[in-house]
T-cell receptor, first 112, second 113 residues
Framework: GDSVTQMEGPVTLSEEAFLTINCTYTATGYPSLFWYVQYPGEGLQLLLKATKADDKGSNKGFEATYRKETTSFHLEKGSVQVSDSAVYFC???????????FGTGTSLTVIP | DVKVTQSSRYLVKRTGEKVFLECVQD?????MFWYRQDPGLGLRLIYFSYDVKMKEKGDIPEGYSVSREKKERFSLILESASTNQTSMYLCASSLFRTGGEQYFGPGTRLTVT
């Protein structure tokens, strides 16, 4: 079945450091891929998405490229800020299926 | 912007009580979902609905039921709350049944004592 695997946290970075959170997926069809962010005490917010191979999603300085050959959708940001401290979830929605699949989340803490 | 609202941010109930969690979306979405979120377990799907009066079980439906009488409203019901149902509950809606993004409410932190 479909699934998403993302790197375990927690991740702690200094401000202005480079961020990578790895995400790989398994899907039987042609999934759309997403990154969500959850700030403390809040629900999930869509951060970015990509709907087909080689698409790059981007938002607020974050980027992720849909790599079909490696079944990956890694999240990157060149220079993190304290305000980026949150939990990040990778997710997929497969056109052939009927559910949304989430990774277990990666907690990021950025220290000044 | 899509807005998904949940009736309470924090809720404290006693064991055995019947609990209603309400979710309303304002974008005419067909599809609505209830998840629970627990540390180390991520998000787990409880129930979802693709249309009014329709419901489908997710991965962990035991101990829960749902109601969808109107398109914009999806209720989660704990028939007899238990301490192992203490959790964060998240409601979501989506325009497309599959392939599209889900939009989430702020969550309800339920504590059962």
């Amino acid at each position: 079945g479909d699934s998403v695997t993302q790197m375990e946290g927690p991740v702690t970075l200094s401000e202005e450091a480079f961020l990578t959170i790895n995400c790989t997926y398994t899907a039987t069809g042609y999934p759309s891929l997403f990154w969500y962010v959850q700030y403390p005490g809040e629900g999930l917010q869509l951060l970015l998405k990509a709907t087909k191979a080689d698409d790059k999603g981007s938002n607020k300085g974050f980027e992720a490229t849909y790599r079909k050959e490696t079944t990956s959708f890694h999240l990157e940001k060149g220079s993190v800020q304290v305000s980026d401290s949150a939990v990040y979830f990778c997710a997929l929605s497969d056109l052939g299926g009927n559910q949304f699949y989430f990774g277990t989340g990666t907690s990021l803490t950025v220290i000044p | 912007d899509v807005k998904v609202t949940q009736s309470s941010r924090y809720l404290v109930k006693r064991t055995g009580e019947k609990v209603f969690l309400e979710c309303v979306q304002d974008m005419d979405h067909e599809n609505m979902f209830w998840y629970r979120q627990d540390p180390g377990l991520g998000l787990r799907l409880i129930y979802f609905s693709y249309d009014v009066k329709m419901k489908e079980k997710g991965d962990i439906p035991e101990g829960y039921s749902v109601s969808r009488e109107k398109k914009e409203r999806f209720s989660l019901i704990l028939e007899s709350a238990s301490t192992n149902q203490t959790s964060m509950y998240l409601c979501a809606s989506s325009l497309f049944r599959t392939g599209g993004e889900q939009y989430f409410g702020p969550g309800t932190r339920l504590t059962v004592t």
